[in-house]
C-alpha cells in the first residue's frame, strides 16, 4: 500500500460512454499527478495539480477532463473515447510544489481501462 | 528533444548481480529518479541520485555520471522477488519528470 488508491481498478467502456476515475491520496501531499502507461512506452505525463490548481497540461485530448476538488482527491472524466485510449492509467502524488518537485511520486494501482 | 535510453529486457540468475543502465538527454537536469514496478502493481520509489557518484542502500545501488548523462542501477544478490520492470527518469530543468519506457528484468533459478 503506498498510500495512494485508485478506483475503478478495471473498467471497459463503449465509445460513447462516460465515466470517470478516481484518486485518492492519504498522504498529505500537495501536488498529484495522472499519467497513461501503454505497453513498452514510456509514462505519459496527462496533467499535474499542484496545491488544486492545474499545473500542466501535456496537450491532452478534450475527452480526457481532469478535476480536483481538494488536496487528497483527484479525478478524470472520460468521454467518447478511442480504442487507442486503452492503457493503465496512473495516479501519483508527491509533496512538490514550487520548488520541490525532486520529491519522489507516490503510485496508485492504476486503473486498466479498455475501450471497445 | 528529450529522451531515455535503457535497454528493453535483461535476464540474470538468481544470486547474480545486474547492472540496469539508462542514459538520458534533457534540457538541464536536476536529478534522476530509478522506480521499480512489478506485473501489475505501481511503480514504486527506489532512489534520486543528483550528484555525482554511487548511492547504497541495501542490495540496490544507484550510480550517475553527469557529465555523460549516464545513470546505473546494480541489484546484488538477487532474488526472484526482483523480477519486475525497472523505470529510469530524469528530471530537465523545469522540474518536468521524462520517462524511459523500462527495463523488463528476468530472474531465472
Known amino acids: 500500500e503506498t498510500g495512494v488508491t485508485q478506483t475503478p481498478r478495471h473498467l471497459v467502456m463503449g465509445m460513447t460512454n462516460k465515466k470517470s476515475l478516481k484518486c485518492e491520496q492519504h498522504l498529505g501531499h500537495n501536488a498529484m499527478y495522472w499519467y497513461k502507461q501503454s505497453a513498452k512506452k514510456p509514462l505519459e505525463l496527462m496533467f499535474v495539480y499542484s496545491l488544486e490548481e492545474r499545473v500542466e497540461n501535456n496537450s491532452v485530448p478534450s475527452r480526457f477532463s481532469p478535476e480536483c476538488p481538494n488536496s487528497s482527491h483527484l479525478f478524470l472524466h472520460l468521454h467518447t473515447l478511442q480504442p487507442e485510449d486503452s492503457a493503465l492509467y496512473l495516479c501519483a502524488s508527491s509533496q512538490g510544489n514550487g520548488d520541490r518537485w525532486s520529491d519522489e511520486q507516490y503510485f496508485g494501482p492504476g486503473t486498466r481501462l479498455t475501450v471497445t | 528533444g528529450q529522451n531515455i535510453d535503457q535497454p528493453t529486457e535483461m535476464t540474470a540468475t538468481e544470486g547474480a548481480i545486474v547492472q540496469i543502465n539508462c542514459t538520458y538527454q534533457t534540457s538541464g537536469f536536476n536529478g534522476l529518479f530509478w522506480y521499480q514496478q512489478h506485473a501489475g502493481e505501481a511503480p514504486t520509489f527506489l532512489s534520486y541520485?543528483?550528484l555525482d557518484g554511487l548511492e547504497e542502500k541495501g542490495r540496490f545501488s544507484s550510480f550517475l555520471s553527469r557529465s555523460k548523462g549516464y545513470s546505473y542501477l546494480l541489484l546484488k544478490e538477487l532474488q526472484m522477488k526482483d523480477s519486475a520492470s525497472y523505470l529510469c527518469?530524469?528530471?530537465?530543468?523545469?522540474?518536468?519528470?521524462?520517462w524511459g519506457a523500462g527495463t523488463k528484468l528476468i530472474i531465472k533459478p
Open positions: 541520485n543528483v
Open positions: 527518469a530524469a528530471l530537465d530543468s523545469n522540474y518536468q519528470l521524462i
